[in-house]
């Protein structure tokens, strides 16, 4: 009994001598960097989607090997990445213009394993995204901006309703600095961002919500796919 004891002590020693050896792996930390971070959710959402085709026997090609949308092959693709049309998700902006996407396909299966509630992230996306495109809307209806552009087209030769883009750069900058257009549009501009950003805290609130849940999920997806 003593001897199997001393074997069963010496065992049990070894064993926890070896797990103290062992090197354990790391779990990652979510990156501190905004663009770190952007590319980390990339990575998960490219991964999620590659898992996806793969059971469907396809493959996530490079932009010269993708296949044209009018061709079988094309098609196919596009209703597995995409999805299936009529699009379910749709959005319309106060700029007026309306997003859509679909909520079947392997991108929307990506989004919802990463955010969980896919039509919440496409609204808040979609809002977030469009922020500065709201502010500069509104700009355009400003009594100031509106002068300082007509000053500018005159500058410019240009009679559209719209902002011309002339090829010559020295033009566009010439004609900024004398119709005033520039400094205006640098005075409005904060204000109206702000403004609109306090009018849409609620889906900022969501995005970031959303956004950090998806870091995560990003993590232990990346730690996942390096575990031995």
């Avoid at 971070?37 to 059971?55: E, F, H, I, M, P």
């Avoid at 090609?61 to 990445?81: D, H, L, N």
């Amino acid at each position: 009994m003593r001897l199997i004891r001393g074997v069963c002590i010496a065992t049990v020693a070894l064993l926890l001598t070896g797990c103290a050896d062992r090197p354990t792996a790391t779990r990652p930390e979510v990156p501190a960097g905004e663009q770190a971070q952007n590319d980390l959710l990339k990575a998960a959402q490219l991964a999620l989607v590659t898992r996806c085709l793969s059971g469907q026997g396809l493959t996530v090609p490079s932009r010269r090997q993708r296949p044209k949308t009018a061709t079988a092959e094309g098609k196919r693709f596009q209703a597995a990445y995409f999805g299936v049309d009529p699009r379910e998700l749709s959005l319309t902006l106060p700029t007026g213009y309306t997003v859509t996407a679909n909520t079947d396909g392997c991108l929307a299966d990506a989004q919802r394993v990463l955010y969980g509630d896919q039509k919440q992230w496409f609204e808040a996306e979609v809002v977030v995204n469009n922020l500065r495109a709201e502010a500069q809307a509104r700009m355009a209806t400003d009594p100031d901006h509106r002068a300082a552009m007509a000053r500018w087209k005159q500058c410019a030769g240009h009679l559209s309703k719209t902002r011309p883009a002339p090829r010559d750069p020295a033009v566009t900058a010439r004609c900024n600095r004398e119709s005033g257009l520039a400094r205006v549009e640098s005075r409005l501009e904060p204000t109206l961002l702000a403004k609109v950003r306090s009018e849409r805290r609620e889906q900022l609130t969501t995005y970031r919500q959303l956004r950090t849940i998806a870091l995560q999920r990003a993590v232990n997806l990346t730690f996942a796919a390096k575990a031995p």
